[in-house]
C-alpha cells in the first residue's frame, strides 16, 4: 500500500554555476517577528520513558499552531513538508474552505493522515498567514502523545498538498515556512532547532525558531555550512563519515557504489537529519563499527533492528560533515527499555541499540540522523534557493554547532546512566501497566520520515552529490 510519488527527475540539466555565494554569517536587519520559542517535550522528561513502556519507542517534539482560530499542538517534523491536522471534535468555522480536494500522506511507520485540504488563516509564533492549506484528517493514526497534527519543515517538492493543488488548483498550498518566507522576505529563510536533555540523559523539551537563532546559541551561524543536495527535495546532507573511539570509518554508501564518482565524492555519505525519527538508521558498515564488537551484545530481534547491550555500553562516536566533528553524547547509542511481561513478573530492565543498520539506498540515501543524533547539535536549516528566488541564491544548506562535549559525557556517564536506568525502574512502579509487550514489543519504530520513491537512479544521485559538493568546494 506504498503511496508513492515521483518526485524527481532530477533537473541535472543546465549549466553548473561556480560561483560561490556565501551567506552573510549574521544579518544586521530587525527582525519583524518572532517565532523564539520553548517546545516542551510532550508533557515531562517521563513520557520518553512511558511511551517506551507502552512499547513505541518513541519521543516527539511540539509546538502549537492556530489555525481558524483553534490552536493544535503539532509535532515538528523535518523528515516530512505538510501540515495536517487532528480536527476530531473541532467544528471548522465558515473562513476555513474546503478546495474539495483529498490528499493523504503516508509516513515512515505507515501511519496516515487523509483528508480535504482546506484553507484557512493561520498564525505561527507571531507570524501570521491569512492562507494556510492543510490536510484536515480527522481521527488520523499518525497522531501520538495526544498530539494533534504535524508540521513538515522541508521542501515543497515532497510536500503532497502543494504537489496536488499545484495541478488541481491554482491555490499554491504550500507548506508553512514557505508562506512566512514569502510574506516576510527580508526574513532570513531558516528555521533551528535545539533538542536538550535532562539531567538524566533522556529529552527535556528544546527550542525552535524560524528566522534568528537563540542568542546563547548564535556561534551556530559560524559552524561551516554543511551542504543539502538540493535536487534531493530533503534535508539530505553530504557526510564524511562516522569516527568511533577514535577510528575513521567512510565510504560504503550509495555514492561509493556507483562507477565513476569522482575520489573527493565517492567515500561520502548522504544523510537525512530527521527531527520526526526518534532514533536512528546507519548502513550495517557503520553500525558494525559502532556495535558489533560491544562485549555482551546479542541480538533480540534481529529482522527488526532490536540488539540488547549492557547497560554500561560507552563508546566515542561521532559524525563528520565537512572536515568538523560532532561527538554524541555515549547516552545516545542505547536507550533503557524492557524486556518480558508486567503480569507474570518477568519484567526486566535491559539497554538497546538506538541506531539500526538498514539500507536506505532505495531511500536515496545512507543515514538517517534522528533524534539521537540531533541532541547532541544546535541545527540551523537553511532554505537557499528552495525558498529565496533571488538569481544567484546559494542551495540549501545546515549548520551545526555541537552542544555535547566529548570528554565530559564520557567522564559523567557512569552517573547520567545510572540514574537514567533508577528512573526507569522508579516508573515501572508509577503506571498501571496492562499492556504487556513481548520482547518484540522493544522494536523501535520510526515515525514521521516521509518515505518518498526516489525515481532517480543511483547515477543521477551521485551526480547531483557530486555537483554540490563542486559548488561548495569551489
Ligand atoms: C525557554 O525556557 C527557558 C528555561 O525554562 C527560559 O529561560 C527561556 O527564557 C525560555 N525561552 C523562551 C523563548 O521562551
Ligand atoms: C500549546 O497550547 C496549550 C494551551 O495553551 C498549552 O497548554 C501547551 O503547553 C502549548 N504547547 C506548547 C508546545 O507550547
Ligand atoms: C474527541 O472526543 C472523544 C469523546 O470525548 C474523545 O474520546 C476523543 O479523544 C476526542 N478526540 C480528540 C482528538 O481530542
Ligand atoms: C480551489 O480551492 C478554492 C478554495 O480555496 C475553491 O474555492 C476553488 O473552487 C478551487 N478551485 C478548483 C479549480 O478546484
Ligand atoms: C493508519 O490508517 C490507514 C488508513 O487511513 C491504514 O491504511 C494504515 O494501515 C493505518 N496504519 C497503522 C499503523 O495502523
Ligand atoms: C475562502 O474563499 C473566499 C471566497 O473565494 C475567499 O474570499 C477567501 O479569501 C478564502 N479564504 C482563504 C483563507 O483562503
Ligand atoms: C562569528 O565570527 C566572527 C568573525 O570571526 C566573529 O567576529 C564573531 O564574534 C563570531 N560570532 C559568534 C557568535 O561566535
Ligand atoms: C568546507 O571545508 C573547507 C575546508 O575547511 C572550506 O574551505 C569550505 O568553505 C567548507 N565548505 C563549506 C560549505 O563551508
Ligand atoms: C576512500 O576509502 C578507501 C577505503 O576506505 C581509501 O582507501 C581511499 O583512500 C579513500 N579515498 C579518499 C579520496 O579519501
Ligand atoms: C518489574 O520487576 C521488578 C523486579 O524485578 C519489580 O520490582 C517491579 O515492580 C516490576 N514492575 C512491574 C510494573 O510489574
Ligand atoms: C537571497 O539570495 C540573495 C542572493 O544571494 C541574497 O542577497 C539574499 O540575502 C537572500 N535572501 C535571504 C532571505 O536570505
Ligand atoms: C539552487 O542552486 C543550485 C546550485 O547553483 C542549482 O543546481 C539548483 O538548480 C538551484 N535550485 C533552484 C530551485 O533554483
Given at each position: 500500500?506504498?503511496?508513492?510519488?515521483?518526485?524527481?527527475?532530477?533537473?541535472?540539466?543546465?549549466?553548473?554555476?561556480?560561483?560561490?555565494?556565501?551567506?552573510?554569517?549574521?544579518?544586521?536587519?530587525?527582525i519583524?517577528?518572532?517565532?523564539?520559542?520553548?517546545?516542551?517535550?510532550i508533557a515531562?522528561?517521563?513520557?520518553?520513558?512511558?511511551?517506551?513502556?507502552?512499547?513505541?519507542?518513541?519521543?516527539?517534539?511540539?509546538?502549537?499552531?492556530?489555525?481558524?482560530?483553534?490552536?493544535?499542538?503539532?509535532?515538528?517534523?523535518?523528515?516530512?513538508?505538510?501540515?495536517?491536522?487532528?480536527?476530531?471534535?473541532?467544528?471548522?468555522?465558515?473562513?476555513?474552505?474546503?478546495?474539495?480536494?483529498?490528499?493523504?500522506?503516508?509516513?515512515?511507520?505507515?501511519?496516515?493522515?487523509?483528508?480535504?485540504?482546506?484553507?484557512?488563516?493561520?498564525?505561527?509564533?507571531?507570524?501570521?498567514?491569512?492562507?494556510?492549506?492543510?490536510?484536515?484528517?480527522?481521527?488520523?493514526?499518525?497522531?501520538?502523545?495526544?498530539?494533534?497534527?504535524?508540521?513538515?519543515?522541508?521542501?515543497?517538492?515532497?510536500?503532497?498538498?502543494?504537489?496536488?493543488?499545484?495541478?488541481?488548483?491554482?491555490?499554491?498550498?504550500?507548506?508553512?515556512?514557505?508562506?512566512?518566507?514569502a510574506?516576510?522576505?527580508?526574513?532570513?529563510?531558516?528555521?533551528?532547532?535545539?533538542?536538550?536533555?535532562?539531567?538524566?540523559?533522556?529529552?527535556?523539551?528544546?527550542?525552535?525558531?524560524?528566522g534568528?537563532?537563540?542568542?546563547?546559541?548564535?556561534?551556530?551561524?559560524?559552524?561551516?555550512?554543511?551542504?543539502?543536495?538540493?535536487?534531493?527535495?530533503?534535508?539530505?546532507?553530504?557526510?564524511?563519515?562516522?569516527?568511533?573511539?577514535?577510528?575513521?570509518?567512510?565510504?560504503?554508501?550509495?555514492?561509493?557504489?556507483?562507477?565513476?564518482?569522482?575520489?573527493?565524492?565517492?567515500?561520502?555519505?548522504?544523510?537525512?537529519?530527521?527531527?520526526?525519527?526518534?532514533?536512528?538508521?546507519?548502513?550495517?558498515?557503520?553500525?558494525?563499527?559502532?556495535y558489533?564488537?560491544?562485549?555482551?551484545?546479542?541480538?533480540?530481534?534481529?529482522?527488526?533492528?532490536?540488539?540488547?547491550?549492557?547497560?554500561?555500553?560507552?563508546?566515542?562516536?561521532?559524525?563528520?560533515?565537512?572536515?568538523?566533528?560532532?561527538?554524541?553524547?555515549?547516552?545516545?547509542?542505547?536507550?533503557?527499555?524492557?524486556?518480558?511481561?508486567?503480569?507474570?513478573?518477568?519484567?526486566?530492565?535491559?539497554?538497546?541499540?538506538?541506531?539500526?543498520?538498514?539500507?536506505?539506498?532505495?531511500?536515496?540515501?545512507?543515514?538517517?540522523?534522528?533524534?539521537?543524533?540531533?541532541?547532541?547539535?544546535?541545527?540551523?536549516?537553511?532554505?537557499?534557493?528552495?525558498?529565496?528566488t533571488?538569481?544567484?541564491?546559494?542551495?540549501?544548506?545546515?549548520q551545526?554547532?555541537?552542544?555535547?562535549?566529548?570528554?565530559?559525557?564520557?567522564?559523567?556517564?557512569?552517573?547520567?546512566?545510572?540514574?537514567?536506568?533508577?528512573?526507569?525502574?522508579?516508573?515501572?512502579?508509577?503506571?498501571?501497566?496492562?499492556?504487556?509487550?513481548?520482547?518484540?514489543?522493544?522494536?523501535?519504530?520510526?515515525?514521521?520520515?516521509?518515505?518518498?520513491?526516489?525515481?532517480?537512479?543511483?547515477?543521477?544521485?551521485?551526480?547531483?552529490?557530486?555537483?554540490?559538493?563542486e559548488y561548495?568546494?569551489?
Amino acid at each position: 500500500m506504498h503511496h508513492l510519488r515521483s518526485l524527481l527527475p532530477l533537473t541535472l540539466a543546465g549549466t553548473a554555476t561556480a560561483a560561490v555565494l556565501h551567506m552573510p554569517a549574521k544579518r544586521q536587519i530587525p527582525i519583524p517577528q518572532s517565532t523564539l520559542m520553548n517546545f516542551t517535550n510532550i508533557a515531562d522528561p517521563f513520557v520518553f520513558n512511558v511511551v517506551d513502556l507502552a512499547g513505541d519507542g518513541e519521543v516527539i517534539y511540539v509546538a502549537n499552531i492556530t489555525v481558524d482560530g483553534q490552536s493544535y499542538e503539532v509535532q515538528l517534523d523535518t523528515g516530512s513538508a505538510d501540515l495536517w491536522l487532528n480536527t476530531q471534535n473541532i467544528t471548522l468555522s465558515p473562513a476555513a474552505n474546503d478546495t474539495n480536494i483529498s490528499v493523504t500522506v503516508q509516513y515512515g511507520d505507515m501511519t496516515a493522515a487523509t483528508g480535504d485540504v482546506f484553507v484557512a488563516p493561520a498564525q505561527f509564533g507571531n507570524y501570521s498567514i491569512p492562507s494556510q492549506a492543510f490536510i484536515n484528517a480527522p481521527g488520523s493514526n499518525a497522531t501520538s502523545d495526544n498530539d494533534l497534527g504535524l508540521l513538515g519543515l522541508s521542501s515543497k517538492n515532497i510536500s503532497e498538498v502543494h504537489t496536488t493543488l499545484a495541478c488541481k488548483n491554482n491555490t499554491g498550498g504550500l507548506p508553512v515556512l514557505y508562506n512566512i518566507f514569502a510574506a516576510n522576505p527580508s526574513l532570513p529563510n531558516y528555521f533551528s532547532f535545539l533538542l536538550s536533555r535532562s539531567n538524566l540523559g533522556v529529552t527535556d523539551g528544546g527550542i525552535f525558531s524560524v528566522g534568528e537563532v537563540d542568542p546563547n546559541w548564535s556561534a551556530v551561524l559560524n559552524q561551516t555550512q554543511i551542504p543539502v543536495v538540493s535536487q534531493l527535495e530533503q534535508w539530505i546532507s553530504v557526510m564524511d563519515g562516522v569516527v568511533v573511539d577514535g577510528k575513521n570509518f567512510s565510504g560504503h554508501g550509495l555514492l561509493s557504489k556507483v562507477k565513476g564518482v569522482s575520489d573527493s565524492v565517492k567515500n561520502k555519505t548522504l544523510s537525512l537529519l530527521d527531527s520526526g525519527t526518534s532514533l536512528g538508521i546507519m548502513p550495517q558498515y557503520y553500525w558494525d563499527a559502532v556495535y558489533k564488537d560491544v562485549p555482551g551484545i546479542k541480538a533480540l530481534d534481529a529482522k527488526n533492528g532490536v540488539w540488547q547491550l549492557p547497560c554500561d555500553t560507552r563508546k566515542n562516536v561521532s559524525m563528520t560533515f565537512n572536515g568538523t566533528v560532532y561527538p554524541l553524547n555515549p547516552l545516545d547509542l542505547t536507550r533503557v527499555n524492557n524486556l518480558g511481561n508486567f503480569s507474570d513478573g518477568t519484567n526486566q530492565t535491559i539497554c538497546v541499540n538506538t541506531f539500526q543498520p538498514a539500507d536506505e539506498a532505495s531511500q536515496g540515501l545512507d543515514f538517517i540522523l534522528g533524534d539521537s543524533f540531533m541532541r547532541n547539535v544546535y541545527a540551523v536549516f537553511n532554505f537557499g534557493n528552495w525558498t529565496n528566488t533571488t538569481e544567484g541564491a546559494a542551495p540549501p544548506y545546515i549548520q551545526l554547532l555541537p552542544t555535547t562535549n566529548q570528554d565530559a559525557a564520557w567522564s559523567s556517564f557512569n552517573d547520567s546512566n545510572n540514574a537514567r536506568i533508577q528512573q526507569w525502574t522508579d516508573l515501572q512502579g508509577q503506571f498501571n501497566l496492562t499492556n504487556d509487550g513481548p520482547p518484540t514489543s522493544t522494536v523501535a519504530r520510526r515515525r514521521s520520515v516521509r518515505r518518498v520513491s526516489v525515481d532517480a537512479s543511483d547515477e543521477e544521485i551521485a551526480e547531483a552529490a557530486a555537483r554540490t559538493h563542486e559548488y561548495w568546494s569551489s
